[in-house]
């Protein structure tokens, strides 16, 4: 049995909180004798900036880059409002993300049954909703340069952005997109403004081209970005895997994770290439919630995220998609007989805390 | 009576048959003595394009400089969709907003009472919305240079989009919303990603500034973009006045828009400064819905949106502020008195023509 490399980033907040969970989970794999795990600990975020004033040490990226897989809980808060910019709290995650080629960052959208009620959108049109985002990480507007805010000769300034993709960078997003259509519903929608962007243009062509070459069998389709979004709201039900930049996958998986009322909810994945050597790839799994500093330290997170966040790490970078399974059913099995944290219950009903929650999920593996 | 200069630019799909609804109301307003017109014509967007070659000719182009408002149908359809990537249909919209300076774009989602049940969202999340979306328009990545595709060395290829904010341009749209929020419930949420944007640093310190220097009675709050598109789909009462840059805004816009059920029934109104001498600014009114192809012509589109559009021009073009709330009563009691195009009418249900609903906003004018 491998023994993998885990490094655990709680981050700010709830971070610390949820991540506790994990902890408990991965300690209950281990004694089973279903998995062998070397846990190591790093800060990022604010309280990394506390520490070391930085939001990431070079200790703890070395620790990423030599890592199987990195858990991330949240970052970011009031109290780090005014750090400079270079180290506010986000820095450490998009530094992770970039230096570690996490290009490909999933981001499942799933109607849990049980919470269908908890969504703003009617029952049927969220019932069942099964949606994959499939976002662009580690380029887009987000790194391109120039990023600057010049000043300008009467005193005013400039602010700059610079939205830069590659045929190369489209094409090994776009092919992650197509083979888990595969194992899903078949059905890929590219989401750009090609109307309006030239990357949106290049976009288009190049996954239209890579469609025609290796994925005939997948059906593709295009679609505006701001129609996209307009869709997800109105039958988000017509989707299987959306593809998308990092921009507009920023925006539209915050839509799509709101639609199913499961925010506390929503597990992501981020993954780098495979190294042709040794057939890994580097990865990153985190909640699509954020901080939450208004309910932190209070046990009233839902661990539930972060725990699938760990389900996902056992099925993309330890090969283990049994125990994923098992975890999964675990949480289902959980929610099914009715255990709620606060953020899914039902007005007045009775919630349990985060320790407890996890607890349940333990029990119920 | 001043004598008003209005174009007419119908365009393409659905296009000239809203318009020809509105051509109504304008006989209407004039045989009752309450305005004069002097109406030209224009063609944009495809139907340009087959006509001269370009999605808006320079007679055109002219006509709009003079008009004291130009009204828009939409453009575009899978007619044109190889035709040479700058005269596509949409560059005739984005030339007119760019060489008018229509740099304030107004965009009202309304939950029309009559139709709260034709929202995908639960009815007490949407009766009563009321919102207003400023979208700067003439900024930002749908304009900065470089935008371009250049062929790397080994063949490939790299898009390349600029966003670019100047603290001029970012501190007159957020005055307009400040202007805007003063009139309604006085509160403006200014939306960006500072937390990854330099334009969005530049913004959030830019909006706040002008804030404190003159707008101090109208509360002032931030909300990033991706977070705010949520916040739409999960409570979007809490939103007056939505601030933000071009690209979000057409996003943001689009989400508020399918909120609240009434896609056909939204206008919009693109403005530009006011002219210190006159005292007047250039402006067009459009839709918020495209040309929708697949309708076109067989009397099925929704006229609402394009009457509306029109009932804006009144109000803020023509200074005709009583006759603008006259027309949107008219629009009311129409759908008051229960008559419903097809897009709007319960399934099955009777729906009347394009023509007929022209013709009943008339009658209740
Ligand atoms: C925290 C922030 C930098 C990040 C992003 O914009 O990518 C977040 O919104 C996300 O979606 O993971
Ligand atoms: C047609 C297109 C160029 C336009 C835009 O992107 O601005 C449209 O989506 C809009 O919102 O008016």
Redesign the interface.
Known sequence: MANHKLLLLPGDGIGPEVMGQVEKIVSWFEKQGLGSFSLERGLVGGIAYDTHKAAISEGDMKLAQEADAVLFGAVGGPKWADVP?QH?P?AGL?RLRKDLGLFANLRPAICYPALASAS???PE?VEGLDILIVRELTGG??F?EP???VT?EDG?????????????EIERICAVAFELARTRRNKVSSAE?H?????????KQTVTALHAKSYKDVELEHVL???C??QL???PKQYDVIVCDN??G??LS??A???TGS?GMLPSASLGAEDPATGKRKALYEPVHGSAPDIAGKGLANPIAMIGSFAMALRYSFGAGEAADRLEGAIADVLGAGTRTKDIAAPGANAVSTTEMGDAIVKAL
Do not use: P
């Open positions: 910019y506010r986000e998009l703003s959108l009617k049109v507007v987000y391109g990023k600057e805010i300008l005013s300034k400039r602010g700059v952005d610079t939205q830069l993709y590659t045929t190369g403004k109307n309006v962007m030239k990357t949106g243009v290049l976009w970005a701001d129609n979004a307009m709201v109105r039958w921009l507009f920023d925006i915050d839509v994770a709101m639609l925010l």
